[in-house]
């Protein structure tokens, strides 16, 4: 009979057991978020029962940085509880598995969801429409869609295909509110400093003049991978806030006029608060920075 | 002056009533629900209204872009039924905790309409005889936009990419934005189908799918580089 020395045996025995432990740290990884030591500067919110929400954008890449940035949003949370968050597109950034969903999704926001946090998705151009029927999108199993939080109507619009049926479906929509807060969220920047996009002109023409003629104040969008908050136009307050997780560094055109505020040197996210006829946003970097805030008041009776 | 004969502005009238979807404007049951439900528009494509029958003698006067909607709108419809009965042969789908039953409906829809139009050749929806209307509509567009617009459109389609009639449009590629303004000017289309731009090719998707139900090639105006 063959026989195996028993420092061989031993050897093996120790890779084996080295490659479980390399699973087993792996799985691990998979299953809960990196914890991040960068404390973050995200302030309180003002009003005791204001409407608190998240804004995240062009997330879905299940890299580090995403990790990362997710780490930061539930840090925020413990000081700025946000009651749901929205989407602007970009969910998920290439194949969409279910073991992408989870990565891209369900592991780094595990906290938020957990927490019972819901996330409302509006369509980015690397999304599948089909994403509308993945219910933790809360889509309704629609690609444009509309939902109420007191006196706020938010409009969650699918800007890679405006076609006449969802022009009219938001004429119609912001004709019959009657909230005092009307926020429409998209993926396309209606203006945009970016140098790789820039301005999405022909949306532009079709859906301003809506927000204009429904007393819309602020939209928020994505699809530029940073941050810009744009000087207002026509008095609607735009901000980008396509930097999630994906981040395009210097691509903000200094010499933009538009630009009231840009960060494109780090991943970031949104916190905002309405409280009655005010609004206050709170832009966090990655590493927990307080990169831009401020306040907006409706002027629309 | 150039004149339009009466009946091709009736055709005209006809055609563009029939393209309207006007249903989106029905009242949603909005009072009584609770306010924090989203609340979407009604799925369109429940009830297909009965094809337009084909092209006769009688339509000889249409002039060329009434004949190429009324026929274009006419092979929409008949892929309309297919994807109808395709979509009756699968198990509905419903929204779902789990995206992989997502994807599994997808590709069974996907399945069962190359199956239906097993044979299918780029052409099937876009007629031949009609196809330069649509390159017009598209380079047309192109033409009045500026230099930085079009490059800006150009630069976000995905390229590289080879697209086939009946194949799944590949998952990991960006859908482009269709550009707004130009979708004003192409036929409507039922809902769970839409026009998007790859390469220079204007292609029709079958959204539910994910499928390229036909093809028409160099459409897209390249830019001097």
């Known amino acids: 009979m063959k026989t195996v020395p028993v420092r061989i045996v031993a050897v093996l025995w120790g890779l084996l057991a080295l490659a479980a432990v390399g699973q087993a740290l792996t799985e691990q990884q998979k299953a809960a978020p990196p914890v991040m030591s960068a404390a973050t500067e995200v302030q309180p ?40 968050a929205i989407m602007v597109g970009d969910n998920l950034y290439g194949s969409e598995r279910p073991q992408d969903f989870a990565k891209k999704f369900e592991i780094p926001y595990k906290p938020m969801l957990d927490a019972n946090i819901p996330f409302y998705a509006a369509l980015g151009n690397h999304d599948d429409p089909n994403q509308r029927f993945y219910k933790p999108f809360n889509m309704g199993g629609q690609r444009f869609y509309t939902f109420q939080k007191k006196d706020v109507r938010f409009f969650a619009l699918d800007s890679n295909y405006m076609d006449k049926d969802q022009q009219k479906w938001l004429e119609d929509e912001l004709k019959k509110s009657n909230s005092k807060w009307k926020i429409p969220y998209f993926h396309h920047p209606l203006y945009s400093s970016g140098g790789t996009h820039g301005s999405e002109v022909d949306l532009r023409t079709i859906i301003e003049p809506l927000f204009i003629s429904s007393g819309v104040e602020v939209v928020f969008a994505g699809h530029e991978h940073f941050y810009e908050r744009i000087k207002p136009q026509h008095g609607i307050y735009y901000f980008t806030a396509g930097g999630s997780a994906k981040l395009r560094e210097g691509d903000l055109r200094g010499s933009s006029a538009m630009t009231a505020k840009g960060f494109d040197t780090e991943q970031s996210f949104m916190v905002v608060e309405i409280d009655g006829d005010v609004l206050r946003f709170q832009t966090i970097s990655r590493h927990g920075k307080r990169v831009d805030s401020g306040e907006i008041r409706r002027t629309t009776s | 002056m150039t004149r339009i004969p009466l009946a091709a502005l009736a055709v005209l009238a006809v055609i563009a009533a029939g393209c309207s979807n006007t249903d989106t404007a029905e009242p949603r049951t909005l009072a009584g629900v609770a306010d924090q ?41 008949a892929y309309i039924k297919i994807h109808n009965e395709a979509d009756g042969k699968v198990a509905s789908l419903k929204k779902t905790d789990d995206p992989k ?20 050749k780029p052409g099937e929806i876009f007629a031949p005889e009609y196809q330069p209307y649509f390159i017009k509509i598209v380079q047309d567009d192109f033409k009045q936009r500026s230099a930085a617009d079009r490059k800006a459109l150009i630069v976000e389609l995905p390229a590289k990419m080879k697209v086939d009639i009946n194949t799944i449009y590949p998952t990991t590629i960006p859908l482009a934005t269709f ?28 959204v539910k799918a994910n499928l390229i139900v036909d093809i028409l090639r160099d459409v897209v105006p390249t830019i001097p580089s």
């Open chain 2, 179 to 206: 550009p707004p303004l130009l979708l004003r000017k192409l036929p409507d289309l039922p809902s769970d189908l839409e026009y998007r731009i790859v390469g220079r090719s204007l292609i029709l998707r079958d």
């Open chain 1, 45 to 84: 919110p003002g009003g005791k029962d204001s409407i608190k929400f998240l804004v995240v954008g062009d997330s879905g890449t299940g890299d580090r940085a995403q990790y990362e940035v997710a780490d930061q949003m539930w840090k925020a949370h413990a000081v700025f509880p946000y009651e749901f």
């Open chain 2, 37 to 77: 439900a989203p609340r979407a528009p009604q799925n369109k494509t429940a009830a297909q209204p009965a094809p337009p029958p084909p092209l006769t003698q009688s339509d000889a006067g249409v002039n060329a872009q009434g004949a190429a909607t009324l026929e274009f709108k006419r092979r929409i419809d």
């Open chain 2, 101 to 120: 039953e997502i994807s599994d409906r997808e590709r069974a829809l996907a399945d069962m309409i190359m199956t239906l139009r097993a044979g299918a």
